[in-house]
């Protein structure tokens, strides 16, 4: 089963649930109550709850235990609450050591635009913290609002401004090329999660964590259609309050010549699942990717059954 055959993380009713809290009863009951909701989502998803140990299993490099998948499920968790937080301006609440801005700044000081490339691993929200050291950034980000119907609602109604900005990516190919290259015509970030290909669309095969794992190509093909400069946004949460953001230029202007079409996107995408790898081993319980990354049966005929996992003559 594909990513995109699940239910959206969480729904669009825990998603304004986690708001409500986060809002009105403030970051430390939220923080409370995520132990019943990772609990519940232990129990109630299986897939992902297999997904999360068939990636511990690899990333940790032994047989992850429930524990470990809880852990893996509370850090979600969190970095979901803290968006409430992030998206709406309220950064003085957390403790973010940033890395590597000033190649960010010299990227945008050229006035080309940049392509920021993040992923599915850490918070890409806490890049709003850019919005502190340069208020005049222009942050665009590159959004599926049909698949993520819930956050996009949520997204309009605590940062109105970011929301109109979002650049569907359910569109076709050309209007979301065209529409970032408007983007980055007047000097914007535009902020586009590359590590995980949509069902149909073209991808490589690349080495991670030990095994082939499908990456989009989009992501490079337009970066060198528009000639735009790549930097990579990696933040990791480190738990309370704490944050590691992580910028890193990948390309000053990527080219990708037709005729070396094959060899060079290879090569570029392998190195963006390279450095995606170093930053997953430092944080490895920020990977976000619940389902079956690798596109294989987690369930090997030799794996301990799962504690959480119901006998089958007790399902309803």
């Known amino acids: 089963m594909n990513w995109k055959q699940r239910p959206e993380g969480g729904g669009r009713f825990a998603l304004w649930l986690i708001r409500g809290i986060a809002l009105y009863g403030g970051r430390g009951l939220g923080r409370l109550l995520l132990y019943p909701i990772t609990l519940y989502f232990l129990l109630r998803r299986g897939p992902e709850r297999r997904a999360s140990r068939a990636y511990l299993d690899r990333v940790l490099g032994r047989p992850a235990t429930l524990l470990d998948v809880a852990r893996h499920i509370h850090t979600f968790a969190a970095t979901i609450l803290d968006r409430v937080f992030m998206l709406s301006q309220r950064l003085d609440r957390f403790e973010v050591t940033v890395h590597g801005l000033d190649r960010l700044h010299a990227a945008m000081d050229r006035g080309r635009g940049v392509l920021l490339l993040g992923s599915h691993h850490g918070s890409f929200e806490s890049l709003r913290v850019l919005s502190l050291a340069r208020p005049d950034a222009d942050i665009r980000v590159v959004l599926d609002k049909g698949q993520n119907a819930a956050i996009t609602q949520l997204l309009d109604a605590l940062n109105p401004k970011l929301a109109r900005g979002i650049i569907d990516a359910g569109q076709g190919g050309t209007a979301i090329v065209l529409a970032i290259g408007e983007a980055a015509a007047q000097g914007a970030v535009i902020g586009l999660l590359a590590d995980r290909a949509r069902p149909g669309e073209s991808s490589i095969d690349c080495d991670f964590l030990g095994s082939p794992a499908p990456f989009p190509t989009a992501p490079m093909l337009i970066a060198s259609s528009l000639h735009l400069p790549v930097v990579l946004s990696f933040g990791l949460y480190r738990g309370g309050r704490r944050y590691d953001l992580h910028f890193e230029v ?49 369930r090997t005929a030799d794996r301990p059954a799962d504690p959480a996992e119901p006998a089958a003559g007790a399902r309803g």
């Not at 070396?260 to 490895?284: M, W």
Request: hydrophobic share 35%.
């Open 250 to 298: 990948f390309s000053e202007g990527l080219h990708i010549p037709r005729g070396q079409r094959g060899t060079l996107l290879r090569e570029h995408v392998q190195r963006y699942a390279q450095r995606l790898e170093h930053y997953v081993r430092l944080a490895p319980f920020n990977w976000f990717n619940f389902y079956d990354f690798w596109q294989t049966d987690a």
